[in-house]
């Protein structure tokens, strides 16, 4: 497994995390052109809700709003067929892979201050991708909202 940061934080169009993310037809940059990409398998939501993720991203003031990191796994490691027709035994390991990138990536942070994220797949490549889409935010004890980065600038 790989674990990769996209460098888009912010969009002129709100939609666009959850457009990428979900859409079945993106546009993708190749050079200097941008051509259009259609996903033969539809991107799969595994956890959140795509309504309340996109009002918390858009209800943010600060300048970078969301951050969006992708688990992506050799095909040799998750049998794409199996894990689309549902293997309980890929799903829940898949699962716990998430649960332990969120452990990390809001290490200290409790559940309940915590912002909405969505996790879906990419499996049009012919392996896994397990995307998981951030709003750049946690939650005071007051409920205060506070700007928050899960992957802060390093070497």
Do not use: C
């Amino acid at each position: 497994m790989l674990l990769g940061w996209s460098p888009l934080q912010n969009s002129e169009d709100p939609s666009q995390p959850v457009a990428y993310l979900f859409d079945d037809v993106v546009f993708k940059k190749v050079g200097n052109v941008h051509v259009e990409e259609r996903r033969a398998i539809s991107p799969e939501l595994l956890m959140g809700n795509i309504a309340v993720f996109s009002r918390a991203v858009q209800a943010l003031r600060f300048k970078m709003k969301y951050r969006v990191a992708t688990l992506s796994f050799h095909a040799d490691d998750i049998d794409v067929n199996a894990f689309n027709s549902g293997d309980i035994t890929l799903r829940l390991n898949i699962a716990a892979a998430t649960e332990l990138f969120l452990e990390m990536a809001f290490a200290g942070i409790p559940p309940k201050h915590r912002p909405p994220v969505l996790v879906g797949t990419h499996t049009h490549t012919g392996r896994l991708e397990v995307n998981i889409a951030m709003p750049r935010y946690v939650l005071t004890s007051g409920g205060a909202v506070r700007s928050y980065n899960p992957h802060p600038v390093t070497r």
